[in-house]
């Protein structure tokens, strides 16, 4: 009997390869269901196969196929969107959700600037802890061109018009989620809540010329948001990473290197993200190298200003956020 693993119960999948496993499951072509819908033990011993642990079990099951949720289960009427690639095997006749059919799942679950936010975990060099919900340094799973590709390709499939809305914005190539945050503030459109300035390339990478290489003794240098064609970065200083009088030494040599090649630096802190006044001076430094002017033309943008930061930085806000909630030990089934 087939067991399909999907939405957070995918999600945790992922997070957990990424952070322990690295071994890529295998693609398969799942253009049907095959069998009837799995028993309650034939879920648990999949969950016990794939999953870290948690209270809850996604599943999907057959057209048809009751969904009366049991204990410690939810099941989902199952699809394939339109194109090959979306489940992967990961056991004997145990399949999860590819990270690009996760993400146009949980489109039916989540709002559209939270399924943005995941898109950028699932493209970055972080994710969440499946364990403990920290963050954790680790390979990207997929791109956001493959993102917008499938989306693009699942006609007709539910959450698939709020899934391309989401996948225009992904980034790739965050290294924390305060960066995704910066990016998101800064960068998603008017209508959205964030300031509506050009897309930054999220740890760009500048390549030293001669003349720099042989100063600095190396070849390149990267930036946390980096503007290319108008030589303009920020630098995101964090509290976990940027502490202690060492770090800052290391930040401040840094900064001088980039502006030695030419390029206007800015800093943006913690408790600077967090003021809405600061991040207003920080977005016109940008607009002003950009050369972008900031005049939203919706009248209720202070709401969809103050909306957008409250789901992106207010604790309370995320408590209950989908694809931020982290199993517990144990599986009750």
């Known amino acids: 009997m087939s067991v399909f693993l999907t939405h957070q119960s995918a999600l945790a999948f992922w997070r957990w390869q990424r952070e322990f496993d690295h071994r890529r499951p295998v693609p398969v072509k799942a253009e049907r269901y095959l069998g009837k819908e799995p028993t309650r033990a034939e879920v648990r011993d999949a969950a ?104 693009g390709d699942a006609t007709g499939a539910h959450g698939a018009v709020k899934a391309r809305s989401a996948a225009v914005h992904v980034l790739a190539a965050t290294r924390s989620p305060r960066e995704v945050h910066s990016c998101m503030l800064l960068s998603l459109p008017c209508y959205l809540g964030g300031y509506g300035l050009r897309e930054p390339e999220p740890n760009g990478l ?18 946390d948001l980096l503007w290319r064609d108008a030589r303009f970065a920020v630098e995101y200083e964090s509290d976990e990473f940027h502490a202690g009088g060492e770090a800052y030494v290391a930040d401040s040599r840094r900064r001088n290197k980039l502006r030695s090649l030419g390029y206007d630096v800015v800093t943006l802190t913690n408790d600077e993200m967090k003021d809405p006044m600061a991040m207003d001076g920080l977005a016109k430094s940008v607009a002003r190298a950009l050369e972008q002017r900031l005049r939203p033309a919706w009248g209720d943008y202070e709401d969809r200003k103050r909306r957008l930061r409250r789901l992106l930085l207010s604790p309370r806000a995320r408590a209950d956020a989908a694809h931020l909630s982290f199993p517990a030990s144990g599986w009750g089934l």
């Not at 802890?129 to 493959?146: I, L, M, N, Y």
């Not at 500048?206 to 003794?217: C, G, H, L, Q, S």
């Open 48 to 151: 016990r196969l794939a999953l870290p642990g948690g209270s809850e079990v996604h599943v999907a099951v057959p057209e048809g196929a009751a969904r009366v949720n049991a204990q410690g289960i939810k099941y989902h009427r199952w699809s394939r969107a339109s194109c090959r690639g979306s489940y992967m095997r990961v056991g004997e006749s145990v399949y999860v959700s590819s990270p690009e059919m996760l993400f146009l799942q949980m489109a039916g679950t989540l709002c559209v600037e939270h399924l943005i936010e995941l898109g950028y975990e699932l493209c970055g060099a972080f994710c969440y802890s499946a364990v403990d919900g920290g963050r954790r340094s680790c390979e990207p799973v997929t791109t956001p061109s493959a993102l917008a590709h499938f989306v």
């Open 206 to 223: 500048i390549v030293y010329d001669k003349a720099a290489f042989r100063r600095y003794r190396g070849g390149h240098l990267s930036c």
